[in-house]
């Protein structure tokens, strides 16, 4: 069965340093997410990826937060200059029409110290 | 914007027992999730709920939502061991795409 996957599984990088979370989502899907959870917390959306553009953004997601889709199969999210409240297990989702359910990855746990 | 509480926040049951978790939201259910995560891991898609009175069963586990409430339970029947985790409820409101979550409700089971 199709999985999203996420790379890598754990990160640990300094404050300040640029991070780049990658995620394979589900190859027939068109719609993409990102979400976090800070450890003990609730999950909370990020970002939604649409036709090549974001669709709707969470007061998280700010300047520091970008997402690309470089090529056909990847997605990913980068964290220009990461601060230590950025630590969290972020998760990737997707789906293939409005309709459907998300699936999500496994997440990649980001620590920053 | 809509809050989804549920409950218990944490369930210890002897395996073999019947059990069940609630999910309340502040606002009208359009779509509601259960999803299970298991420790420091990703989500499990269990079911989706989409109009009131639906109930739906995957092997031990039934969902129902009760759209008058805005509440949704899980029940899940003669609990194993591989049922622990963390049940979370997920919403997302009429002609929005992202999800909601709850806090998540732990489940143990004991052998």
């Known amino acids: 069965e199709p999985e999203v996957t996420q790379t890598p599984s754990h990160q640990v990088t300094q404050m300040g340093q640029e991070v780049i979370l990658r995620c394979v989502p589900i190859s027939n899907h068109l719609y993409f997410y990102w979400y976090r959870q800070i450890l003990g917390q609730k999950v909370e959306f990020l970002v939604s990826?649409?036709?090549?553009?974001?669709?709707?953004k969470s007061e998280i997601f700010d300047d520091q937060f970008s997402v690309e889709r470089p090529d056909g199969s990847n997605f990913t999210l980068k964290i220009r200059s990461t601060k230590l409240e950025d630590s969290a297990m972020y998760f990737c989702?997707?789906?293939?029409?409005?309709?459907?359910?998300?699936?999500f990855g496994p997440g990649t746990r980001l620590t920053v110290l | 914007s809509q809050e989804l509480e549920q409950s218990p926040q944490s369930l210890i049951v002897q395996e073999g027992k019947n059990l069940t978790i609630n999910c309340t939201s502040s606002k009208t259910l359009y779509g509601l999730y259960w999803y299970k995560q298991k420790y420091g891991e990703g989500l499990i898609f269990l079911m989706m709920?989409?109009?009131?009175?639906e109930e739906k069963s995957h092997e031990k586990i039934t969902a129902k939502l009760d759209e008058k409430k805005q509440q949704s339970s899980l029940h899940i029947t003669a609990s194993q061991p591989s049922h622990a985790g963390i049940y979370l409820c997920?919403?997302?409101?009429?002609?929005?795409?992202?999800?909601?979550f709850g806090k998540g409700t732990r489940l143990h089971i004991l052998p």
């Open positions: 997920g919403a997302d409101n009429e002609g929005d795409d992202k999800i909601i």
């Open positions: 709920l989409q109009k009131g009175g």
């Open positions: 990826f649409y036709n090549n553009e974001i669709s709707e």
């Open positions: 989702a997707s789906k293939r029409t409005w309709l459907d359910t998300q699936y």
